[in-house]
């Protein structure tokens, strides 16, 4: 706890560094960076973030904060799908909701509406949270390869329920997976 305490404390010098705003010696890297922490800790990252987006909206930065899970129930409600999909869930459980909601889910689909709903050119960066509600119907690493293409030169910290390598993503800490992504950790561990 008190490593990521120590890394949670990092954050706010990151983000109001101009070279995080204004994604200054990432070569030609998109600014997308990820903010790893054991799934454990969730109510803390999430007590956190509201702690940061105090201080952010002071400070006075354009910036909003995403929760994938939220959008993507927006998503659905928007379609008239919510509810047919509550009900599918308990007829056939997660796994079959998930292929079924491939097409209207689908990590392009969500990355689209995301830009729709926030312009991101008019913000200095933004932050995305909920992955874990959101997961297995979105995964982080298809999720960033799809905002490459809609968000601009606008950077995004993704907040990750899991771990990081610096090579892939491994949700929850627990799941061992080749999800291969580019990113930047925001805060390693030998940083704090």
Same mark, same amino acid.
């Given at each position: 706890?008190?490593?990521?305490?120590?890394?949670?404390?990092?954050?706010?010098?990151?983000?109001?560094?101009?070279?995080?705003?204004?994604?200054?010696?990432?070569?030609?890297?998109?600014?997308?960076?990820?903010?790893?922490?054991?799934?454990?800790?969730?109510?803390?990252?999430?007590?956190?973030?509201?702690?940061?987006?105090?201080?952010? %909206?002071?400070?006075?930065?354009?910036?909003?904060?995403?929760?994938?899970?939220?959008?993507?129930?927006?998503?659905?409600? %928007?379609?008239?799908?919510?509810?047919? %999909?509550?009900?599918?869930?308990?007829?056939?459980?997660?796994?079959?909701?998930?292929?079924?909601?491939?097409?209207?889910?689908?990590?392009?689909?969500?990355?689209?509406? !995301?830009?729709?709903?926030?312009?991101?050119?008019?913000?200095?960066?933004? !932050?995305?949270?909920?992955?874990?509600?959101?997961?297995?119907?979105?995964?982080?690493?298809?999720?960033?390869?799809?905002?490459?293409?809609?968000?601009?030169? %606008?950077?995004?910290?993704?907040?990750?329920?899991?771990?990081?390598?610096?090579?892939?993503?491994?949700?929850?800490?627990?799941?061992?997976?080749?999800?291969?992504?580019?990113?930047?950790?925001?805060?390693?561990?030998?940083?704090?």
């Amino acid at each position: 706890m008190r490593v990521l305490q120590s890394r949670l404390d990092l954050i706010l010098e990151r983000i109001e560094n101009p070279r995080f705003l204004n994604n200054a010696g990432l070569g030609n890297e998109i600014g997308f960076w990820i903010f790893d922490y054991p799934a454990k800790y969730e109510l803390v990252v999430r007590d956190y973030l509201t702690h940061l987006t105090e201080k952010l %909206t002071k400070h006075e930065h354009q910036f909003v904060t995403v929760n994938i899970y939220q959008t993507i129930i927006d998503m659905l409600a %928007t379609r008239g799908l919510l509810e047919r %999909t509550f009900n599918r869930e308990k007829e056939v459980g997660v796994e079959a909701v998930r292929k079924t909601l491939s097409g209207p889910l689908s990590q392009k689909k969500i990355a689209e509406y !995301l830009a729709e709903n926030i312009k991101p050119e008019a913000l200095d960066f933004v !932050l995305l949270t909920g992955l874990g509600n959101a997961w297995p119907l979105v995964r982080g690493h298809e999720l960033l390869s799809a905002l490459q293409d809609v968000m601009g030169k %606008t950077p995004i910290i993704l907040f990750y329920p899991g771990e990081y390598s610096g090579r892939d993503l491994h949700p929850f800490g627990m799941i061992n997976s080749k999800n291969y992504y580019r990113a930047f950790k925001l805060v390693p561990e030998d940083d704090k």
